[in-house]
Structure formats: structure tokens, C-alpha cells
């Protein structure tokens, strides 16, 4: 897995479907763009909802105190690419053979958004919730791979078409039926991705447990992108 800065500043990738496949960039227009990164904690003093501390949440506070601060729950899968110089770029849809390492995440988050810099309430925001990413880290051997969903990535492993290793890791829902529900990393497959699959159903359905603890993270980040100016849908991060 990557660093703090995952998507923005390490190892990461080429494509971007943040649930948002429909978002489009003019070829050398500038723009933001949230993207995944590492799980952060919560600085205390991280208010929302005028009153309520994301940073302060203590074994005692219930998951439903949590969650009723953490209105927006969906899935986004992003695509991210690193070339042999660094060089990161976000594209859609597809990739193919190439040395770059690329880094697919499908993340299932129930969060809220913030200003990075409290002090700049118009400025990059980052993401704070709670939630489960299935990731997987490949190098496209041969051919053309869809990258939107998981199974796209599971029928090009079936065809020999990359190599890859599959992850889960939870985010922020804690406890000892959680733990027993990770699977270890294994390598991609149609089989492995169903077991990830229902691990996150399994894990959704306990999130509410009174024996869970929610602690919400920094989950992700806007950074600064422009349009590629060679490969239109493509962005690069500035």
C-alpha cells in the first residue's frame, strides 16, 4: 500500500472514476479532484455539524452518534498510474500493456467533507468517514484492461492479461468480529474478488453493532489536476 499521500504524492496510478466517470476536463484546463489516500486520524478540535469533534471520539461513543455526522455514503473506484519517471496520471475507462505500476481502489465510505485548511473554507477539501477499500495493485502484461470495476480486473487476471495482488483494509469500524472479517492479501482473481466482496457486505451489516467502535479518518484529499493535453479523459496532477 501506499503512503500518506498515496494517490497525490507516492505510488499510485492512471485513471480516475471517482463515482465520477461523467466528470469532464478540457484538454490543458485546470481542476481539483478527490482522491484516496492512506487513512489519516482526525485532528481534535475537527468539528462538524457546528458542535460535533470528529477528532475526539471516545471508546463510549455509539456508532449512530458517528454515522448521523457522516451523511454521504457511496463507492468509488479510482484508477491511478505511475510511470518509470513518477509521473502520475489519472485516466478513465481502460489500461493497457504497459511498465507503469497501477493502483485500482474501490472504496465504500460513509463520510463528510472539510476544509483542509480550517482557515480556508474555499480552499482543497479532504474527505473524513469511515468505510472499507478493496485495492489492487497490477502491471497490465498484455492487451487492453478494463479498470472500471473489480470484475473487469478479475476476467483480465482469468486471461492472463496482468498480474496483481488484492487487499481489503478497514477504515475507522473497529472490533474483534471486524478483524476475524479481512481477508489476507491474495492475488487477483474472480474468486478472491467475491471473497473481498462479501467481507464488505459482512462488515457493512456490523458497522451498527454495539460492539463496534467507529472512528472516523482522513480518507481523502482534493489535489490540483489539469487536462493531458496528448491523451484526452487524461488528467495529471499538478
Keep these: 500500500m501506499f503512503t500518506s499521500r498515496a494517490f497525490a504524492a507516492t505510488a499510485a496510478v492512471s485513471l480516475c472514476m471517482l463515482s465520477g466517470a461523467s466528470d469532464s476536463f478540457g484538454q490543458g484546463q485546470n481542476a481539483r479532484k478527490m482522491v484516496p489516500i492512506e487513512p489519516l486520524p482526525v485532528e481534535t478540535g475537527t468539528l462538524v455539524d457546528q458542535s460535533f469533534d470528529l477528532g475526539n471520539i471516545t471508546p463510549a461513543t455509539k456508532p449512530e452518534d458517528v454515522l448521523i455526522h457522516l451523511p454521504i455514503t457511496k463507492v468509488d473506484v479510482t484508477t491511478l498510474s505511475v510511470d518509470e519517471s513518477g509521473k502520475l496520471t489519472y485516466l478513465v475507462a481502460s489500461v493497457s500493456a504497459s511498465k507503469n505500476v497501477v493502483h485500482v481502489t474501490q472504496d465504500w465510505i460513509s463520510y463528510t467533507t472539510v476544509p483542509k485548511d480550517r482557515n480556508n473554507p474555499d480552499g482543497l477539501k479532504i474527505r473524513i468517514g469511515v468505510g472499507v477499500r478493496i485495492g489492487a495493485d497490477i502491471v497490465v502484461t498484455s492487451g487492453s484492461v478494463d479498470t472500471s470495476t473489480l470484475f473487469g480486473l478479475g476476467v483480465a487476471a482469468q486471461k492472463k492479461q496482468l498480474q496483481g495482488l488484492l487487499s481489503v483494509t478497514v477504515i475507522g469500524i473497529n472490533g474483534k468480529q471486524i478483524a476475524a472479517l479481512i481477508p489476507a492479501p491474495a492475488p487477483l482473481s474472480i474468486d478472491n474478488i467475491n471473497v473481498a466482496l462479501q467481507s464488505l ?13 467507529v472512528v472516523p ?10 487536462g493531458d ?4 479523459g487524461a488528467l495529471q496532477v499538478l
Excluded at 457486505?201 to 467502535?213: F, N, R, S
Excluded at 479518518?217 to 489539469?226: I, P, S, T, Y
Excluded at 493535453?229 to 484526452?232: E, G, M, S, Y
Design 217 to 226: 479518518q482522513k480518507v481523502a484529499e482534493e489535489v490540483e489536476v489539469k
Design 229 to 232: 493535453k496528448k491523451h484526452a
Design 201 to 213: 457486505a459482512v462488515i457493512k451489516a456490523k458497522v451498527y453493532d454495539a460492539e463496534t467502535h
